[in-house]
C-alpha cells in the first residue's frame, strides 16, 4: 500500500493512522469471509480424506475374506523333524502320510588326480595351452554343456579357475592344494543326477598341451573311484522317498506335490509320519475381524458425522450429503441377504451379527458359534460367494467411493480447486484496498491542505488584528 509520510503536518491530525484504521475496518468483512470459506474448504478436505483412508483400510481388511481358505488354516506337524520339515497352505486337506526318507539329494564335486599335470607344475605360472574346455551336464536329451577359453597369456589353472567362476551357473571351480601339487575342484551348484558333470570335452591343437589333460569321462565313476583324470569326490544324485508306500525321486531335497498342499524340505534319512490338521476358530477370528474391520469404519463415519449441541462443535463432514450416501450404502448392503444362499444362513443377521443404534455391528457369540458349529461352509459361503457374497459386496461399494474417478475423489479435487482460487480473491482484495487506501489518502491530503491554509488565514487575521489594536492605543 502507499505511504505518505507528510500526512497531518498541515492540520496536526494523524492522517496515517486514521487511513490505516478506515482500510483495515473495510477489509475485515471481507478478509474475513474468505477465511472462514477457506476453513470450511480445509474441513471438508481433511474430512473426505479420513473417509476415504477409513474405507480403504477397510478394503484392505476384506482382501483376506474373500475366499474360502482365509477361514482356515492349515498346520503340518512331522513326527521327526530331524529328517524333514513340512509346510501346508491353507487349502491342503487334513490327513496322514507315512514318509521314508531313502536318500538325499546331492550335488556331484570331483578333482583332478595329484599327478595329473606333472611334478611341479605351479598352478599360477605354467601354461595349460591356448584353448577351450566344454563341460557336459547330465545325458541324454537334457543334456546342456558350457564352454570356457583360455587366450595366451592368460592360460594357467588359475586362469581357467577364474573364468569358470565368473561365466558358469552350474559349477564352481577351486585350485587346492593338498601337498601333492594344485588339484582343479569341480563342484555342481545344484543337487540332482541331471546336474552332475558327466565330460569334459577340450578343443585346442597342441596335443602335448597340459589342458588336453583334463579331457574325461566321468559318467561311469561311482564316489570315490577315479579314472586317468579325476577322482569323484561326491556323488550328485537325487531325492529319494515313499509317501504311504508310492517311491518318489527329485533332483532337490526341496519337495513339492507329492502330498496335496504341503511342501516337504528334506534333511535326514529315515521314516516319520506327517499329520495336516486344521486349526480350530480360525473361521471365528475371520468373522470377528469382520466385524472389527466394519466398525472401525462405522466409527470414523460417526466422528465425522458428530454434533455436540453443547458446545456447538460438529465433526468435518456434518451433514455432508457424501457421508451419509456411504452410511446408507453400507446398512443397505449388510441388511440384504445373499442370492442362492438356502436353509438358515442367508444374511449376517442368521448368524447372531447385527446393526447397534450408532451403526457399528454387534455379535451375539452363541448365535455365531453355534452357526459355525452346525452349517460352517455355509457360514463361510455368506462372506465368500463370488457374486453378491458380503466380502464381494461391501469390496464392490469401497471401490465405488475410493476408485478414480469415485464421487469422493471428484469432490475432494473440486474442492483443492476451489481452495486454490481463494489466492486470487485476496489478490482482488489486496488490490481493491489499494484502490481504497488512495482514495482515502487523495482525501484526506486535500482535506489536511484547506485545513492548513485556513490556519495560516486565521494566523494573518490574528495578526491583523493584533497590529490594529496596537495602533489604537
Known sequence: MATISSMGVGSGIDVRGLVDELVAAERKPSEQRIERREQRLEAEISGLGKLQGALEEFGAALDGLNQAADFRQVDAQVGDETLLSASANRNAPPGSYDVNVVQLAQSQRMATNADLFGEGFSAGSDSLGVGSITLRFGAGDAQTSETFSLEEGADTLQDLRAAINAQSTNVRATVVDDGEGPRLVLTSTQPGEQNAITGIDVDIDDENALLNNLRTDVSALAQGQANDQF???????????????????????????????????????????????????????????????????????NELNAFDPESGESGLLNGD??????????????????????????????????????????????????????????????????????????????????????????????????????TEDRERLDRRMDRVEARYVSQFSAMDAMVAQMNQTSEFLDNQLAALNSNNK
Request: charged letters at 25%.
Open 321 to 422: 450429503a457424501t457421508l451419509r450416501g456411504v452410511q446408507s450404502r453400507l446398512s443397505q448392503m449388510l441388511g440384504n441377504t445373499v442370492e442362492g444362499m438356502e436353509g438358515g444362513v442367508r444374511a449376517l443377521a442368521d448368524i447372531g451379527i447385527t446393526t447397534d443404534r450408532d451403526g457399528t455391528l454387534q455379535v451375539n457369540d452363541f448365535q455365531l458359534d453355534t452357526a459355525l458349529s452346525e452349517n460352517r461352509d455355509a457360514v463361510i459361503r455368506l462372506f465368500t460367494q463370488e457374486e453378491g457374497g458380503i466380502a464381494s459386496r461391501m469390496d464392490g461399494l469401497v471401490k465405488e467411493f475410493t476408485d478414480r474417478d469415485s464421487i469422493i475423489r471428484s469432490r475432494t479435487e473440486t474442492l483443492q480447486q476451489s481452495l486454490s482460487g481463494l
Open 231 to 301: 577322482t569323484l569326490l561326491r556323488q550328485s544324485q537325487n531325492a529319494k522317498l515313499e509317501v504311504d508306500g508310492l517311491t518318489i525321486t527329485r533332483p532337490t531335497n526341496d519337495i513339492s506335490g507329492v502330498i496335496d498342499g504341503v511342501d516337504l524340505t528334506l534333511s535326514g534319512i529315515g521314516d516319520t509320519r506327517v499329520n495336516v490338521s486344521e486349526k480350530t476358530g480360525i473361521a471365528r477370528e475371520a468373522v470377528d475381524g469382520f466385524v472389527e474391520a466394519y466398525n472401525a469404519l462405522r466409527s470414523q463415519m
